[in-house]
């Protein structure tokens, strides 16, 4: 099943193939080809039986010997981009608390936007040139400005809310660790209908987005608090706690999607550098994870 959530998996390497294979492979003769001396079976079955003894005795084939996509490959190079990520992130927070001092107590949001612009600028090269070619500069580019934006942001809520940043991040390690536990474990799986409605509650919660934006940006009084109509009150309980706790669960969802698909790309045998696919799709799913999860609790602690 293709993955409808995460547009860097939308390539048809992490979809379902029909007959055949999904990518050709090197060293096939063509069937004109003759064979000039046949040697004799006895000679043939040992040929064959020490090269089966080899076969055995010698380590597993990983990603460089075959050319292909691995899960461990794909987890290697995940974890060389969020430790991109948590350098830039590291970066994005000095640049944004160097401005505070006792006497200008506002940290800036330059690298915020810098970020966050950048971020989504590589994303979209990313995924509308992936069908044609993977480009892993771009990916480790998109990396660094994700992290960037992280550290920013994380910077500047830690600043009003202390300590909200740690609980952020537990949170999201929590929801990742649980998630990649539960499918590992085959008790959590996509299916065709599980993902109709998540496409569903995910474009509702896009437009929703958009119009939020929008009423902040022209001070429209309903959309009154410092996240707009995410702040207003439903029974006493922020509107933005609610529908949060929905994201949190199309987020999860979304990592299953990502991790099924991976698993598809590998039984399709797809080119190694597929894998830099993968891990940049799992690092699109996790920041919105972690930024989701970094707002619920700042309408938490604002509301408290």
Same mark, same amino acid.
């Given at each position: 099943?293709?993955?409808?959530?995460n547009?860097?998996?939308n390539?048809p390497a992490?979809?379902?193939q029909?007959?055949?294979r999904?990518?050709p492979?090197?060293?096939?003769?063509?069937?004109?080809?003759?064979?000039?001396?046949?040697?004799?079976?006895?000679?043939?079955?040992?040929?064959?039986?020490?090269?089966?003894e080899?076969?055995?005795?010698?380590?597993?084939a990983?990603?460089i010997?075959t050319?292909? *996509?691995? @899960?461990e490959? #794909?987890?290697? &190079?995940? %974890?060389g981009?969020f430790? $991109?990520?948590?350098?830039?992130?590291?970066?994005g927070?000095?640049?944004t608390?160097?401005?505070?001092t006792a006497?200008?107590?506002?940290?800036?949001?330059?690298p915020w936007i810098i970020g966050a612009?950048?971020?989504?600028?590589?994303? *979209?090269? @990313?995924?509308? #040139?992936s069908? &044609?070619? %993977?480009r892993?500069?771009l $990916?480790?580019?998109?990396a660094a400005?994700?992290?960037?934006?992280?550290?920013?942001?994380?910077?500047?809520?830690?600043f009003?809310?202390?300590?909200i940043?740690?609980?952020?991040?537990?949170a999201t390690?929590a929801?990742v660790g649980?998630?990649?536990?539960?499918?590992?474990?085959?008790k959590?799986r996509?299916s065709?209908?599980?993902?109709?409605?998540?496409?569903i509650?995910?474009?509702?919660?896009?437009?929703?987005?958009?119009?939020?934006?929008?009423?902040?940006i022209?001070?429209?009084?309903?959309?009154?608090?410092?996240?707009g109509l995410?702040?207003q009150?439903?029974f006493g309980?922020?509107?933005?706690?609610?529908?949060?706790?929905f994201v949190?669960i199309?987020a999860?969802?979304?990592?299953?999607l990502?991790?099924?698909?991976?698993?598809?790309?590998v039984?399709?045998?797809?080119?190694?550098?597929?894998?830099?696919?993968?891990?940049?799709?799992?690092?699109?799913?996790?920041?919105w994870?972690?930024?989701e999860?970094?707002?619920?609790?700042?309408?938490?602690?604002g509301?408290?």
């Open positions: 099943m293709a993955a409808g959530n547009p860097a998996f390539n992490f979809q379902e029909g007959a055949g999904a990518f492979t090197s060293g096939q003769t063509g069937s004109g080809a003759q064979t000039k001396y046949a040697p004799p079976a006895a000679a043939t079955d040992a040929a064959v039986n020490a090269q089966l080899g076969a055995y005795a010698a380590p597993s990983g990603a010997e050319g292909r *996509m691995t @899960v490959d #794909t987890v290697i &190079k995940t %974890i981009l430790a $991109i990520l948590l350098v830039t992130a590291v970066a927070w000095l640049w608390m160097a401005p505070v006497a200008n107590p506002s940290p800036t949001m330059a612009l950048g971020g989504f600028v590589l994303a *979209m090269v @990313v995924i509308f #040139t069908r &044609k070619k %993977i892993p500069a $990916i480790w580019g998109y400005f994700e992290g960037l934006f992280i550290g920013a942001i994380s910077a500047f809520f830690e009003i809310w202390p300590g940043v740690i609980q952020a991040t537990l390690v929801v649980v998630t990649l536990a539960l499918f590992a474990s085959g959590v996509a065709k209908k599980a993902t109709k409605v998540f496409m509650a995910m474009i509702g919660y896009l437009v929703f987005s958009l119009i939020n934006v929008m009423l902040m022209f001070n429209v009084p309903i959309a009154g608090g410092a996240f995410l702040s009150q439903v309980i922020p509107l933005g706690l609610i529908i949060g706790v949190v199309m999860a969802y979304s990592l299953v990502d991790f099924d698909s991976i698993q598809q790309g039984r399709n045998g797809a080119p190694r550098q597929y894998a830099w696919l993968g891990a940049f799709g799992i690092m699109v799913t996790v920041v994870l972690y930024v999860i970094l707002r619920i609790l700042s309408i938490l602690r509301s408290n």
